[in-house]
């Protein structure tokens, strides 16, 4: 197994954040997205991000321009099928994640290794309608936001996926520095099923919208619980959108379970369409 070249599907928050990762690795990269403009728009971003590490020190010209030669913008018709990996990172839907990947098995070859970076689906719901040699070249790869800067990567291993290939990405990770957690396949895996608590009685805390509310807990978790940002400043970050998706799939995958249920304040931030600083507001404001 090898991983000279690899191919991202949907060039939003993590996706461009992979493609920059890998990069960096010197793996060449096809970044797609159904929205070309937006495939654009996020190659002209990562390489602002590039210019800014520059500016700081942190890479030298000459890896920059490395970099820069690694990545580039596909369509679906540039899509090379002797690629070794492709990575999926587009709305958290298993009808459209499964129809992506139904369209990918008419590209790319039979060695090709799919994974997805699903936040909670089940990545064997998601391999099952492939042919029996793709499931076993299925896994997840599941990357923490922003993923050129965190550490943690999720390895899910699915019902048909080959241990050598867990075994390959394993290796391939901690020789990059990543941090990796071989994950059984269950909805959220291991930080997203944790990290619904973390969210959801925040949620219930404030209950409604109330900014004084969410500085307060926000606050408290920084300052006493030791964590980095607090879940208000995380979900505008993460998307309320997608972490609202996340909540409910975990949510319905455990059968309602009420410890894990959606809070109508994450509804309402949905459908006002505030969904954190992607929209520059969220639970709070952003220039
Ligand atoms: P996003 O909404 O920022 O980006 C998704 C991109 O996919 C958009 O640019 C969209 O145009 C594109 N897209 C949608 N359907 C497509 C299709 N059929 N073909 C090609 N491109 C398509 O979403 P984000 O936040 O990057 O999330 C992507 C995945 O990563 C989701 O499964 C999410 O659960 C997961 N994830 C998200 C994290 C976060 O912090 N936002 C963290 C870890 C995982």
Not at 87 to 93: K, L, M
Not at 214 to 231: A, I, S, Y
């Amino acid at each position: 197994m090898k991983l000279d070249s690899i191919l991202v599907i949907g060039a939003g928050t993590m996706g461009r954040g992979i493609a920059q990762w890998f990069a960096q690795q010197g793996v060449s990269v096809q970044l797609l997205d159904n929205n070309d403009d937006i495939a654009k728009e996020a190659i002209q971003s990562v390489q602002a991000s590039w210019k800014k590490l520059e500016a700081k020190g942190k890479f030298q010209a000459s890896e920059i321009q490395s970099f820069k030669e690694k990545l580039s913008a596909s369509t679906w018709e540039e899509i090379r099928p002797d690629t070794d990996l492709v990575i999926e990172a587009i709305i958290e839907d298993a009808k459209i994640k499964t129809s992506v990947f139904t369209k990918l098995e008419s590209i790319c070859n039979e060695d090709t290794i799919f994974a997805s970076n699903t936040s909670s689906i089940p990545i064997s719901s998601l391999a099952k309608e492939l042919p029996e040699k793709r499931r076993e070249n299925f896994l997840g790869l599941h990357f923490f936001n922003p993923a050129p800067i965190m550490k943690l990567v999720e390895v899910i291993k699915g019902h048909w996926s080959k241990p050598e290939m867990i075994t390959f990405f394993e290796e391939w990770f901690t020789e990059k520095k990543k941090e990796v957690a071989i994950c059984s396949d269950s909805p959220g895996f291991i930080v997203n099923r944790v990290a619904r608590n973390f969210y959801g009685e925040s949620l219930r805390i404030v209950s409604n919208y109330d900014v004084a509310k969410m500085q307060e807990v926000d606050k408290v978790l920084k300052k006493c619980g030791g964590f980095r940002m607090g879940p208000f400043e995380l979900m505008d970050l993460i998307g309320i959108d997608i972490n609202y998706s996340v909540t409910e799939s975990v949510w319905k995958s455990f059968y309602h379970e009420p410890r894990f249920a959606p809070h109508q304040l994450q509804k309402k931030m949905v459908d006002s369409g505030r969904l954190g600083k992607k929209t520059k507001g969220g639970f709070y404001d952003y220039e």
